[in-house]
């Protein structure tokens, strides 16, 4: 049985988030700039990944390379995704190049009445 097609909206917003996201962690974007899209504890993960590569020194900029999505339910919002109704959830997954590497990326967004919202990121 094949999985239903995440929302339309959801590969562009996914796309951008992990995008902003990246530029973040190289410190080219202040993280106060994501609160809109990403959960606050995200972005406190994502300000503290910042912190920690300023410390190691450059390692290049990061490339976003691919993104994938697959649908998981509607139901209930994470407290995070700032949103009493029910939520659309899909979660998110992929590739980006920083010099020679290509690590992975792992993250959940939710659709409320507010829009999409990342609610957890994870680099490897």
Request: aromatic residues 8%; glycine residues 8%; charged residues 25%.
């Amino acid at each position: 049985m094949r999985e239903p097609a995440a929302p339309r909206d959801s590969s562009a917003f996914a796309e951008l988030a992990i995008r902003r996201a990246l530029e973040v962690v190289d410190r080219r974007r202040n993280p106060n700039q994501l609160r809109t899209f990403f959960a606050p504890e995200v972005v406190e993960h994502l300000h503290r990944l910042a912190t920690a590569g300023a410390r190691r020194g450059s390692r290049g900029t990061a490339i976003l390379q691919t993104v994938h999505l697959r649908p998981v339910h509607s139901g209930p919002p994470h407290p995070a995704a700032g949103d009493s109704g029910p939520a659309e959830v899909v979660e998110f997954f992929g590739r980006y190049a920083r010099g020679e590497r290509s690590p992975a990326f792992a993250g959940r967004m939710e659709q409320t009445a507010g829009g999409w919202r990342v609610t957890s990121l994870l680099f490897a």
